[in-house]
């Protein structure tokens, strides 16, 4: 789904006095300031900042034109979150995703987005909502099966301090 490739360009600046990340075209520039690069709170606001802006737009777009294949269902909000312990929620009509889904191929992302829609529907994972979500994508047991694994090493890769 975001078929721009992104370069991420690493460069070293002793005179910056924080570590900076700045999008410019298809380029993710990070510009440390010190060759013990830590991955804290600070750095982690910043990447997620970046990666709304990658994403924020075109996923709203995908969860529109899904929703209007699928359920069909009004949305209030549609948000993207630092999230690394589920991959989306749903909380009345308002629909919340990861960051994550970043590092996802399509067929994941979509199925990510038909399962919160679903939610719109059913705000359960009762059996009806699984007949529902499988009339969509009959294949979403093997999908599901490989977002855990993918979430876990994701997890395990990014642990903020
Ligand atoms: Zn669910």
Known sequence: MWEVPYNLIWTYDSSVSQPKIKLQGNEINITL???????????????????????????????????ALTVKQPIEKIALKNNFSKWGSCSGQKLSFSLMLFFCSSAQIDYVIVHELC???????????????????????????????????????????
């Not at 750095?43 to 034109?65: C, G, M, N, P, S």
């Not at 529907?121 to 009959?138: A, Q, R």
């Open 33 to 67: 300031n010190n060759t013990k690069f830590k991955l804290d709170k600070v750095f982690a606001a910043k990447w997620t900042r970046v990666l709304k802006l990658i994403i924020y737009d075109r996923l709203a777009l995908r969860v529109q034109e899904i929703n």
């Open 119 to 161: 939610h719109l529907v059913h705000k359960n994972h009762s059996t009806s909502f699984w007949k529902l979500l499988g009339s969509f994508i009959p294949k979403y047991r093997e999908i599901d099966q490989s977002l855990k694994f993918k979430s876990y090493k994701i997890g395990a890769l990014l642990k903020f301090e």
